[in-house]
């Protein structure tokens, strides 16, 4: 049986340190999870009645595998209680744990209560082959799927547990709600409204920041955009190094691509058209005219760690991008917000517990800083 996808949650929980000794893992999965899962049968032609239920295990070799539906392993879970009833998973105890074997391993879960913290869900603790894991309260997980022709499964899981020590990513980027306006010069034979060479010169005002990493340009560097000698500069602070567990090379360039995507559609509503000009050129109508787009004077992108028992934050690595020359102080709440939104819709399918240290940017955050004249 095989997951469909999953509503997350941003989960925090106190440190816990367990003492149980790691036995030695062929294949070490930090970002490995195990749901606990109850499933009901029912016939199709009658929903009103289930047809049969099953307490199981379901083990994925990474959270992130589980939304994708990419089941490794699952076992009956084991009732610590009367075997002639189903699981109560709250029924684990230290000495009498619910258990199985996932991966080969054997894995046991106790201590949970029916509902987790009301600030960060956790409740419980588990073991999986010496791994000491937190558990943690996921009332929003349900799905259904087929099972033969004529009957169907509806699943639930109320619970999943991760690593202990697991660490998640997420970035925040926190945009200037002061303005500079930027004309930039179009030139076109077709369509001013949309001139797609000013869409790239704007989009490559921001993707200019991969030239900057990858030549090692000092802070503060950068590159003149639009048609007045305004000047986008950049500055990058990395705290993980080559040959870091969970280093990424090309972590600046997600970052650089990330903001040149969800910039240019705000940017470019706000277009403002001037000094529109046509003329013939043998069969063809040429055309110009200035576009002035804001600018928000500056965008702070922090890409942030923390042990998922802990969530205390640190910043790994950081990138500013400033808009240099040019006294303009006009703020644009209106537009601000629309950029908080547009990088908000970013963590829509990447909250809370997929976002694994290992991979990506983990969940964005879009934030809005006050401008200062």
Same mark, same amino acid.
């Given at each position: 049986m095989?997951?469909s996808?999953?509503?997350?949650?941003?989960?925090?929980v +106190?440190?816990?340190?367990?003492g149980?000794?790691l036995?030695?893992r062929?294949?070490?999965?930090?970002? #490995? +999870? /195990?749901?606990?899962? !109850?499933?009901?049968?029912y016939v199709?032609s009658n929903?009103?009645?289930?047809?049969g239920?099953?307490?199981?295990?379901?083990?994925?070799k990474?959270?992130?595998?589980?939304?994708?539906?990419?089941?490794?392993d699952?076992?009956?879970?084991?009732?610590?209680?009367?075997?002639?009833?189903?699981?109560d998973?709250t029924?684990?105890?230290?000495?009498?744990p619910?258990?199985?074997?996932?991966?080969?391993?054997?894995?046991?879960?106790? &201590?949970? *209560?029916?509902?987790g913290?009301?600030k !960060?869900?956790?409740?419980?603790? @588990?073991?999986? &082959?010496g @791994?000491?894991?937190?558990?943690?309260?996921?009332s929003?997980?349900?799905?259904?799927?087929?099972?033969?022709?004529?009957?169907?499964?509806?699943?639930?899981?109320?619970?999943y547990? !991760?690593?202990?020590?697991?660490?998640?990513?997420?970035?925040?980027v926190t945009?200037?709600?002061?303005?500079?306006?930027?004309p930039?010069?179009?030139?076109?034979?077709?369509?001013i409204? $949309?001139?797609?060479?000013?869409?790239?010169?704007?989009k490559? %005002?921001f993707?200019?920041?991969?030239?900057?990493?990858?030549?090692?340009? %000092?802070?503060g560097?950068?590159?003149?955009?639009?048609?007045?000698?305004?000047?986008m500069?950049?500055? /990058?602070?990395?705290?993980?190094k080559?040959g870091?567990?969970?280093?990424e090379?090309d972590?600046?360039?997600?970052?650089a691509?990330?903001?040149?995507?969800?910039?240019?559609?705000?940017?470019?509503?706000?277009?403002?058209?001037?000094?529109?000009?046509?003329?013939?050129?043998?069969?063809?109508?040429?055309a110009?005219? =200035?576009?002035?787009?804001?600018?928000?004077?500056?965008i702070?992108?922090?890409?942030q760690? =923390?042990q998922?028992?802990?969530?205390?934050?640190?910043?790994?690595? *950081?990138?500013?991008? *400033?808009?240099?020359?040019?006294?303009?102080?006009?703020?644009?709440?209106?537009l =601000?917000?629309?950029?908080?939104?547009?990088?908000k %819709?970013?963590s829509?399918a990447?909250?809370?517990?997929?976002? %694994?240290v290992? $991979?990506?940017?983990?969940?964005v955050?879009g #934030?809005? +800083?006050?401008?200062?004249?």
């Amino acid at each position: 049986m095989y997951l469909s996808g999953f509503a997350t949650f941003l989960l925090a929980v +106190a440190s816990l340190i367990l003492g149980s000794p790691l036995l030695p893992r062929e294949d070490e999965r930090l970002d #490995e +999870a /195990v749901f606990l899962t !109850t499933c009901f049968k029912y016939v199709k032609s009658n929903d009103a009645t289930p047809n049969g239920r099953d307490d199981k295990l379901w083990y994925f070799k990474s959270y992130g595998d589980s939304i994708k539906g990419d089941q490794f392993d699952e076992a009956y879970a084991s009732n610590p209680g009367d075997q002639n009833h189903p699981v109560d998973w709250t029924s684990g105890t230290e000495g009498k744990p619910i258990t199985g074997t996932l991966d080969k391993k054997p894995f046991k879960v106790w &201590g949970l *209560t029916e509902r987790g913290d009301d600030k !960060t869900f956790v409740t419980g603790y @588990a073991d999986l &082959g010496g @791994a000491t894991m937190r558990c943690y309260n996921n009332s929003a997980s349900f799905w259904k799927q087929d099972y033969g022709e004529r009957m169907y499964v509806k699943c639930g899981a109320k619970y999943y547990c !991760t690593r202990n020590s697991r660490q998640i990513r997420r970035t925040i980027v926190t945009t200037s709600s002061t303005m500079q306006s930027i004309p930039f010069l179009g030139k076109q034979n077709y369509d001013i409204k $949309n001139d797609h060479a000013v869409q790239e010169q704007v989009k490559n %005002a921001f993707l200019w920041l991969k030239d900057h990493y990858r030549s090692n340009a %000092a802070d503060g560097e950068g590159y003149k955009i639009g048609s007045k000698d305004y000047k986008m500069t950049y500055a /990058v602070h990395r705290m993980e190094k080559e040959g870091d567990p969970y280093y990424e090379a090309d972590r600046i360039n997600q970052v650089a691509d990330l903001v040149a995507e969800k910039m240019l559609p705000e940017l470019w509503a706000k277009d403002k058209i001037s000094d529109e000009k046509a003329w013939p050129s043998g069969n063809k109508i040429l055309a110009e005219a =200035t576009h002035t787009l804001p600018f928000p004077k500056q965008i702070k992108v922090q890409v942030q760690v =923390t042990q998922q028992a802990m969530l205390d934050w640190e910043d790994r690595d *950081t990138v500013v991008i *400033t808009v240099e020359k040019g006294n303009e102080c006009k703020v644009d709440s209106v537009l =601000t917000l629309a950029i908080k939104g547009a990088f908000k %819709a970013v963590s829509a399918a990447t909250t809370g517990g997929v976002s %694994a240290v290992a $991979n990506g940017l983990g969940f964005v955050v879009g #934030e809005l +800083a006050a401008g200062a004249c």
